[in-house]
């Protein structure tokens, strides 16, 4: 009889990866109202993969038939027009049916999506304070940040942090010359989190920017973002901290597997 093989989703493969990376770090520990901040981000993150499949082959479809490109269809005016458009347009009755049900379909998922933010919002805004001071910082980066970690204290220091996240630029040498990458191991939602705070700091904090401005001349525009997402990681931990510091509410933790 055959053996069955257990294969391991993307998101356990990353956090194993991370662990690796990450010799001696604690277990994870996570505390019950960050267990339940982890189940609705969990939910989100699927319903938004199940909302972008069905969004990129309803364009197909539209442009195909339609020969137009609908604009953002996560927000109501992008659905309200493609609607009219589907309801007005000459086409099959098996077409139309096809096209309003997938419409149908993002509607309730937009729905679902919406919800599940509300949710997080409220729940992780007692617990993230500081943390969603930082310019880039959701309400849903955070409390991905708070479900992916558990406990921060586990986290002596911002360089452990960095490593576990794969922010921590590593050397790679190359015709005897040593340069740096970013490490391609981590967290890879972690990793993502502080890709994105570190695109919208770009935009709209002045210190990023002039973070930026002065080491790019010396290590580029790669490297001195490289540095950008390195020095996010040590505010987001010192953020952390606070506020784990401030948590009122009795602490009760539970082991999760790496």
């Known amino acids: 009889m055959p053996t069955a ?6 998101h356990h493969l990353a956090v194993a990866h991370a662990a690796i ?3 001696g770090l604690d277990r994870p520990r996570i505390d019950d109202r960050v267990r339940e901040l982890r189940v609705l981000v969990d939910s989100r993150a699927d319903l938004v993969r199940r909302r972008t499949m069905v969004i990129n082959q309803l364009k197909a479809y539209t442009h195909l038939w339609l020969d137009h490109t609908p604009g953002d269809l996560t927000r109501r005016p992008g659905m309200t027009s493609l609607t009219a458009l589907v309801d007005t347009t000459d086409m099959s009755d098996h ?3 096809v096209l309003t049900e997938m419409i149908t379909e993002i509607g309730e998922l937009n729905k679902r999506v919406r919800g599940l933010e509300n949710t997080i919002r409220e729940l992780v805004t007692p617990l993230a304070p500081a943390l969603l001071e930082i310019t880039g910082i959701s309400h849903v980066s955070a409390a991905v940040l708070l479900t992916e970690i558990g406990d921060i204290t586990r986290f002596t220091s911002s360089a452990k942090l960095a490593r576990y996240t794969g922010t921590a630029p590593i050397p790679v040498y190359s ?3 040593e340069r740096y990458r970013l490490h391609r191991g981590g967290n890879r939602r972690l990793n993502s ?3 994105t705070t570190s695109i919208v700091q770009q935009r709209f904090h002045p210190g990023a920017r002039a973070l930026l401005a002065r080491h790019e001349p010396t290590k580029g525009a790669r490297g ?4 950008l997402k390195r020095h996010l990681i040590d505010v987001i931990h010192r953020a952390m901290i606070q506020d784990r510091a401030t948590w009122q509410h009795h602490i009760t933790q539970h082991q999760l597997a790496a």
């Open 95 to 97: 077409v139309r049916r």
């Open 175 to 177: 015709s005897d010359k």
């Open 224 to 227: 001195a973002r490289r540095i």
């Open 193 to 195: 989190v502080s890709y």
């Open 5 to 10: 093989m257990y294969v391991m989703s993307p």
């Open 21 to 23: 990376a990450t010799p």
